[in-house]
């Protein structure tokens, strides 16, 4: 006699078997509708390979395995695709999922197929192959895909292979008379995957001794092939892989572990049924037995049911009394759940359809307080603590609820059949692992939206190093190039004229492309070119981005005010994004501020300080005549200042408007609004005094403008001589004090430059510093030079 283990804790409920053992299996024939799910099992579900309007015929694929813990699915007979949407599948929240839905046309014509003759072959990876392709999982559980548990790895050898005929959930008789009629193909099917598998040590299936007519079946079909039928004594749960493990070979799996951790592979018998013909004959999983038992139905017994059946087509083959029934349920009265509409479909994990009346199972009576009794301690066949587990799921304290291995709980629902106190002790088991599993999708996500944060601001930090590495070696090179310059030998003024003349004569012959130029400075730009932006490019870029900050602040006011009168719980984000603004806007002012002092000196710079005023003019006359001189032109000038005018007299009249519309309202920010107003005004007043000035300059200068020569070339070559003439007249001393009083005003300035550089911490002080040492050593030796002479 073999050894049998015991578990701990179970129970003895009342088993309700043999209403459904009285006839044999039934085939349930054709529904006129067929409703498949896409995920039947455990693992990510298939992904449909058929268009709706398509005709498939029976065992047609018709969805596809997405991964390797996936299944494919089956037509489990012909038909025409009417859909694929979501239906409500079986589940116990009652949730829908993607199906894919059959209108079937009776003739049941299959597709072409064929099984192996022999088996024995082909190789484990063949025969796993074809196990999957027939979209097999099993049947006794979960679910589980059977080709994943098949996939053994070499360096894990297995010793036992364990079929699972326990079946020991109340009412549930599918695998029963399973056993009593098709006994061979269990065994045939036990032989394939002992063939895949390869036990070293043993083959058992496992049957409790409530179920005779099984056992001797099983026993005379197993007769000299050395696999072992054990019979134990009928214990609920002892129908779990893990406590059936237990029972037949005393191993324990660990928490969190698989049977193959202690070389052990467990299948269901109706599995391996699957497999046989899946093997043998080339037959998806495309049907299975299912048991619709309970007092509400008139004729309870087994059927064979096509996969996709509707429900409400089992209960009105069975005599279905509605108004007798106080809840169905999908799989036993332990572990089953309630469902909440009879159109769910039939899934690969269906075993049992329980339609009980009122006085077969009698709704629970209400919860009262837990007394401490250790009940559900004793009865729980995985040795848990359930009445902690129970604190800490009406506490949420989810970390201690992993500790106590909550996730070890195989829903059985023992310790709820055994509390005085009518706990719902799995529900809350139930709930709490939901929950647990959501708040580690949440930290998954979480954690990646922290990586892709972390990857852009590595990314900004690094952009912005090469940005400040640019800047750094523009001005390196600005320092470079200005100290060549200084040191660079003078060159003759009749050469510098000459050069002048000639790039004159150039740009006349050669009509100039402004827009040509300007993609030709962009594409120097992006390619790393040495050309920098101009200081007239960058007088614009500053004037056109305190334009646009200046509105974007109008209209976050605008949104401010309208947020505070509205009392909207905006109104802090609305204040932050105007804080922001003025500080955005402050920044480019202050910048455009800096720019145009920096411009200024060079700006109004008189002629007679340059070092070489012959060259000084020409450069200026050309630069009058191609339009590209750094000041903004009189005519751009006007039209700028007329619409800063326009678009400040339209704020300061929107300003107004708010203003009277807060103090109708008594606002509580009429104060802020009138300060806008005051403000406004005065910009308005500013500008219309800018404007003003202009065009009266622009009248005092039209006679000079009118006076001028149509050629200011010319002109500036006429004054270059003029000014040469004037030189060559001059004494030698005379020429040295012109130098050196030129270089002391440009010291001078110089000065004040670096002073202000310092005083606002700017980057070119450095560079300012050395121009002005060089300016005093060519002062220095202007004045020795006087001395001497």
């Keep these: 006699m073999r050894k049998i283990w015991d578990i701990h804790g179970g129970i003895h409920p009342a088993e309700n078997k043999h209403q459904s053992l009285l006839k044999p299996i039934e085939n349930a024939g054709i529904p006129a509708q067929l409703i498949l799910p896409l995920a039947q099992h455990i693992g990510a579900p298939a992904s449909p390979i058929v268009n709706v309007g398509d005709r498939v015929l029976k065992g047609q694929m018709i969805a596809e395995a997405k991964g390797f813990v996936s299944a494919p699915v089956h037509a489990p007979t012909s038909g025409t695709i009417a859909a694929i949407e979501s239906r409500v599948i079986p589940h116990p929240s009652g949730m829908s999922a993607s199906c894919i839905v059959i209108d079937t046309d009776g003739k049941d014509e299959w597709i072409e197929h064929h099984g192996v003759e022999d088996y024995s072959t082909l190789s484990k990876l063949d025969l796993v192959d074809r196990i999957r392709q027939a979209g097999i999982a099993g049947m006794g559980g979960a679910g589980f895909p059977a080709a994943v548990k098949l996939s053994t790895r070499d360096d894990k050898p297995i010793e036992t292979l364990i079929l699972n005929g326990t079946e020991c959930e109340p009412y549930i008789t599918a695998d029963d008379i399973l056993m009593r009629e098709r006994a061979a193909e269990i065994i045939a099917g036990a032989e394939i995957l002992r063939h895949i598998i390869k036990p070293n040590k043993e083959t058992l299936i496992g049957v409790e001794d409530n179920k005779p007519e099984g056992i001797a079946a099983l026993k005379k079909a197993a007769e000299g092939t050395g696999i072992e039928i054990v019979v134990f004594p009928t214990k609920y749960p002892s129908g779990g892989e893990k406590q059936l493990i237990q029972i037949l070979t005393g191993k324990e799996v660990p928490s969190g572990g698989l049977p193959s951790d202690v070389g052990i592979v467990c299948q269901n018998i109706g599995t391996a049924t699957a497999i046989y013909r899946a093997i043998q004959f080339g037959e998806p999983l495309i049907s299975r037995i299912t048991t619709v038992t309970g007092e509400a139905c008139g004729q309870a017994q087994n059927y064979e049911v096509l996969l996709g059946t509707p429900v409400q087509y089992l209960l009105d083959k069975s ?38 009346t009122v006085a077969e199972l009698p709704p629970p009576p209400p919860a009262q307080a837990c007394i401490r009794c250790g009940m559900c301690a004793e009865a729980c066949p995985v040795s848990l603590l359930p009445q902690q587990m129970y604190w800490f799921s009406r506490a949420q304290e989810h970390e201690k609820l992993e500790n106590h291995q909550l996730f070890d709980c195989i829903e059985c629902g023992a310790c709820s059949y055994v509390c005085p106190s009518n706990i719902p002790l799995v529900q809350y088991y139930r709930a709490s692992k939901a929950e647990i599993r959501q708040a580690q999708q949440d930290k998954i996500k979480a954690e990646r939206s922290k990586e892709r944060f972390e990857a852009r601001t590595a ?17 390196a090179a600005a320092k470079a190039k200005a100290a060549a310059a200084a040191d660079a030998p003078e060159a003759s003024k009749a050469d510098i004229i000459q050069a002048a003349l000639e790039r004159s004569k150039a740009k006349k012959a050669e009509p100039a492309d402004p827009a040509q130029a300007a993609i030709a400075r962009a594409q120097a730009k992006r390619d790393g070119g040495a050309e920098e932006e101009s200081p007239q490019e960058k007088t614009e870029r500053l004037q056109k981005l305190l334009a646009s900050a200046e509105k974007r602040l109008v209209a976050a006011k605008e949104k401010l005010a309208l947020a505070q009168e509205q009392q909207s719980d905006n109104a802090d984000a609305f204040a932050t994004a105007v804080s922001k603004t003025e500080e955005k806007l402050a920044a480019i002012q202050k910048e455009l501020s800096e720019h145009q002092a920096n411009l200024a000196p060079t700006k109004t710079e008189p002629a007679g300080e340059s070092a070489d005023p012959a060259q000084a003019a020409i450069a200026r006359a050309l630069a009058k005549r191609a339009g590209a001189g750094t000041d903004e032109s009189a005519e751009d000038k006007t039209t700028r200042l007329q619409n800063v005018v326009a678009t400040t007299e339209k704020r300061l009249a929107a300003a107004q408007q708010k203003l009277a519309l807060a103090q109708e309202q008594n606002d509580a920010n009429v104060g802020a609004f009138a300060t806008g107003v005051e403000k406004t005004q005065a910009k308005l007043d500013a500008a219309k005094k800018e404007l003003a000035d202009h065009q009266a300059t622009l009248g005092a200068n039209a006679a000079a403008e009118q006076a001028a020569s149509d050629d200011p070339v010319q002109a500036a070559i006429e004054r270059a001589k003029a000014a040469r003439e004037a030189q060559a007249n001059m004494s030698e001393a005379d020429k040295i004090k012109q130098t050196i009083e030129s270089l002391e005003n440009r010291i001078a300035k110089s000065k004040e430059k670096l002073e202000a550089a310092r005083a606002a911490g700017d980057d070119k002080a450095e560079i300012l510093a050395d121009s002005l040492a060089k300016l005093e050593d060519k002062l220095a030796a202007a004045q020795q030079q006087l001395s001497q002479t």
């Design 459 to 475: 990314r900004l930090e690094q952009e912005e190093a090469e940005k400040e590495a640019k800047r750094a070696a523009r001005m």
């Design 319 to 356: 005599g279905f009394d509605k108004e007798n029934c106080i809840r169905l349920i999908m799989g036993g009265p332990m572990m089953g759940y309630t469902l909440q509409d009879t159109a769910v479909p039939v899934v690969k994990t269906s075993n049992c359809i329980l339609a009980p």
